[in-house]
């Protein structure tokens, strides 16, 4: 899996491609992922494209949500589809995530005091 990295100021923008997060494309996902993790602890994830996450795939990313903040950043999510953005509210990860209609608000919420 190739995920589209974008470093703005400080935060890096991760675009994660395809339609699936799930246990099919996981693993390849962590050896995308996992070099970003070394260099960055502010990140934002653009889910735009991704119409199906399992719990492989929510798995992950509180995975990388607990990585970013033992380093001292945040992992927050953005650009939910309709089907995901359900999900994430099914299991209550909208409550653990800090998750933006867009990649703006996302960004914006890192100077929010």
């Given amino acids: 899996m190739q995920l589209d990295v974008e ?3 400080e935060i890096t923008v991760l675009t994660v491609p395809g339609a699936h997060l799930d246990a099919g494309n996981i693993k390849e996902f962590k ?3 996992d070099p970003v993790l070394k260099t ?3 990140l ?3 889910l735009s494209k991704v119409d199906f996450v399992d719990s492989a795939g929510l798995g992950t990313l509180l995975s990388v949500l607990r990585q970013a903040t033992a380093a001292g950043g945040d992992f927050r999510l953005c650009g939910l589809t309709r089907p995901v953005r359900a999900l994430f509210q099914l299991v209550r990860m909208h409550r653990v995530f800090g998750i933006y209609n867009d990649r ?3 960004l914006a919420s890192f100077t929010e005091p």
Avoid: F, L, P
Wanted: hydrophobic share 55%.
């Fill in 104 to 106: 703006a608000e996302a």
């Fill in 44 to 46: 934002v994830a653009d």
């Fill in 31 to 33: 050896q995308a992922i």
């Fill in 40 to 42: 960055a602890s502010r």
């Fill in 7 to 9: 470093k703005i100021g």
